[in-house]
């Protein structure tokens, strides 16, 4: 286990969120430290998804309070759109299902966003990305579709392009879902040198082996709260 | 004597049917819907058409045509005869049986009452745009006189527009018969008809050539009628007899072999080459009518897709208002016919804004596209998954961003291939501007298929020429798609 800088870069505090009628978070707090890597766990439905969706700036909240890397933010501002680009530097996020850019090559999915939203010239963040590609063994698929990727290559893109914008944390739906046990192993290994290298990783798993082996703290859920 | 709109076949026991094909739309004094009674037609093409039935023993049937495809109504079969101020010429005597002439007509100019006193002849309207009705031995005049003296022909699919057109000074001058000169200047002020005669024609009757028995049995109807007085009694009730009549009657009756036109050489009508020949002299203008095409469809697609992005991203990103009248505007166009669009655009609004027909025509098919073309880009980019969206937004991308560089690119790829079908019929739809006096590949085609008196030619270099056009195009398509394939995995 790595260790890691004990001061919080994450705090959620007494986080609420309702789809409709139906209340989704009923006050979940937790704070995550520095470097650390830290597992959501629970059924379907306990609202793991949804803290990882809430902190990309994807779900409106109703009420409670969120701190990241400094930034401050309650349920009335998650929609100000400053506020969202400020927090979209602080969190990096991977789908399940990878969401790569259908239409872009490898290396196009991690420039993109350097390009575009941080105004890095293309063939400096052209240089960042293959670095990224090399240190995630994926450089010689630089070039190829994400439907020319496997489960593994696309998986290690998508954390590439999440990383390629520098954020402090790392949000990671269901990491392990589509790997096979030495892709999982890998999979570990990689987000070690992550936190090694001070990221700070938030994960949400069903996967208790791999929580077990890598995660520094798991963190359990149900029905919208932490248990 | 009038004719009975749609009537039926003959009851049982009652005399045949004369069928006899003409088109309303031409008006009075040949063809109208008689104002009192919609349902039953008057006109002197109308009294001679039950004279003749008469003669031959049956009860006239009137069969609704369009003017421009009498000839070929006609040669099928449709009709036994044609009545509709049918024009003699060398095509129509080389393809049908032809009657005698029952009129004679005088081409004549008019022009804005302003012009009158300095335009004499054709040779005055060089490089002036002179507007006509489309098939006619007058457009034939007016291709010479472009060739000869320089001035620009517009060939109208109706008699009426020519005139209004030349009111407002899109044209500066119409040359057409008198008969239809003095009818609408009854109807309409600003103009004048000039008294010189720029050549003579002849009103007749068409049969197909497998009817030249009943055309002989016409002929002499005819004769009869013309010796008798009634015919000048149906002419001079409609106020089309004059002069002219009691000489062409004569030569008529003595058996005299009357020319189809005076002043207009004719030698080199197409009519009276081979088919072959034919085809060689009209592939130049065939070729540039595809150029028309090509071009007009192009730009007007280019147009439709810009207009059609901003509506779909209008009715995809828009606020309720925006997106109630980007709605509204689809479903007016979808669903009105584009004709009505193309004449509202052309003529409905040539009060305010006189748009010159090509841009007109580029406007209206553009604007009618654009509604098509903005659902399929709709539906396009309502089919981009949410989780590419989400993607891109966490990476700190802006609305905008994402619209442009993940939503529009994904979307494109799904639309290429309705985009791409789209414009091949565009290319064919393009053909419907003719009605705007555009001569693109269709309607060029069709003068010269009137002029052969044959569709057969004419209709497999058109249908060659669409083909070049629309295959290549389709062959692009499929190039971009398996190179932008969406991904299925």
Not at chain 1, 1 to 20: E, F, H, K, V
Not at chain 1, 74 to 98: C, D, P, W, Y
Not at chain 1, 119 to 129: K, Y
Not at chain 2, 96 to 122: G, H, K, M, N
Request: hydrophobic letters at 45%; aromatic letters at 6%.
């Amino acid at each position: 286990m790595t260790a890691a800088d004990t001061s919080p870069i994450l705090t959620i505090d007494q986080l609420q969120l309702n789809r409709g009628a139906r209340q989704i978070l009923k006050g979940v707090s937790l704070t995550v430290g520095r470097g650390h890597l830290v597992a959501l766990m629970g059924p379907s439905g306990s609202g793991k998804t949804t803290i990882l969706r809430t902190l990309a700036g994807l779900e409106p909240f109703q009420a409670g309070r969120i701190v990241i890397d400094g930034l401050v933010f309650g349920g009335g501002e998650a929609s100000n759109r400053a506020t969202l680009s400020q927090l979209r530097r602080k969190v990096g996020m991977v789908f399940q299902f990878h969401c790569l850019f259908e239409h872009l090559t490898a290396l196009q999915n991690i420039c993109l966003a350097p390009v575009h939203a941080l105004r890095v010239p293309p063939h400096q963040a052209e240089q960042q990305a293959r670095a990224l590609l090399t240190s995630f063994g994926v450089e010689h698929r630089a070039d190829a579709l994400p439907r020319e990727l496997s489960g593994g290559e696309a998986q290690r893109v998508a954390i590439a392009r999440a990383l390629a914008v520098e954020p402090p944390v790392l949000l990671m739906d269901e990491p392990t879902a589509s790997l096979d046990p030495e892709r999982r192993g890998e999979l570990g290994a990689l987000l070690r040198t992550l936190t090694g290298q001070g990221r700070t990783l938030l994960i949400a798993t069903h996967d208790e082996d791999f929580a077990g082996e890598f995660a520094t703290r798991i963190v359990r859920m149900r029905d919208g709260v932490v248990t | 004597m009038c004719g009975v709109l749609g009537a039926g076949g003959a009851a049982a026991g009652a005399p045949q049917a004369f069928r006899w094909a003409g088109d309303p739309e031409g008006g009075a004094p040949f063809v109208e819907a008689d104002p009192s009674r919609p349902d039953a037609l008057v006109g002197f093409d109308v009294e001679i058409a039950g004279l003749l039935a008469q003669s031959l023993g049956r009860t006239p049937e009137f069969v609704n045509i369009q003017f421009n495809y009498i000839d070929q109504s006609i040669a099928r079969g449709d009709a036994e005869i044609g009545l509709s101020g049918i024009e003699d010429t060398p095509a129509r005597r080389a393809s049908l049986a032809v009657t005698v002439p029952y009129y004679e007509f005088r081409e004549v100019l008019s022009v804005r009452a302003a012009d009158a006193q300095r335009i004499r002849s054709l040779a005055d309207l060089r490089g002036r745009t002179v507007a006509t009705l489309g098939g006619t031995i007058a457009y034939e005049i007016l291709l010479r006189a472009q060739q000869d003296v320089g001035l620009q022909a517009v060939s109208y699919e109706d008699d009426v527009h020519p005139f209004s057109d030349l009111v407002v000074g899109r044209v500066d001058a119409v040359l057409l018969d008198n008969v239809l000169a003095e009818r609408r200047k009854r109807a309409m002020t600003g103009f004048e008809i000039l008294p010189q005669t720029i050549a003579i024609g002849h009103y007749v009757g068409v049969l197909s050539q497998a009817q030249a028995p009943m055309r002989d049995a016409i002929d002499a109807t005819l004769r009869g009628a013309m010796r008798d007085g009634t015919l000048e009694r149906i002419l001079r009730k409609w106020s089309v007899w004059n002069d002219d009549q009691p000489r062409l009657f004569a030569r008529v009756i003595a058996g005299e072999q009357v020319p189809a036109v005076v002043g207009l050489d004719t030698s080199a009508s197409v009519a009276t080459m081979s088919r072959w020949r034919a085809a060689r002299v009209y592939l130049p203008s065939l070729l540039r009518a595809s150029v028309v095409t090509i071009v007009l469809s192009v730009l007007s697609m280019a147009l439709a897709v810009a207009i059609g992005v901003g509506i779909a991203t209008g009715r995809v990103y828009g606020g309720p208002g925006v997106r109630v009248a980007l709605t509204s505007y689809v479903e007016l166009i979808r669903g009105t016919p584009i004709l009505l669009q193309l004449f509202v655009l052309y003529y409905g609004l040539a009060a305010a804004v006189r748009l010159p027909a090509f841009v007109a025509a580029l406007i209206g098919l553009a604007l009618n596209y654009a509604a098509y073309e903005s659902e399929i880009y709709r539906s396009a980019l309502e089919a981009i998954s949410v989780g590419q969206l989400e993607a891109a937004r966490t990476l700190g991308l802006s609305e905008r961003q994402v619209l442009t560089l993940v939503r529009g690119p994904q979307a494109f790829r799904l639309a290429l291939a309705p985009m791409t079908n789209d414009f091949v019929a565009m290319l064919k739809d393009s053909s419907l501007v003719s009605v705007l006096t555009v001569l693109e590949l269709t309607k060029q085609t069709q003068i010269f298929a009137t002029n052969l008196g044959s569709w057969v030619i004419p209709g497999i270099l058109c249908a060659a020429l669409y083909l070049a056009m629309s295959l290549p195009l389709a062959a692009l398509a499929r190039k971009l798609e398996s190179r932008w394939k969406r991904p299925t995995a």
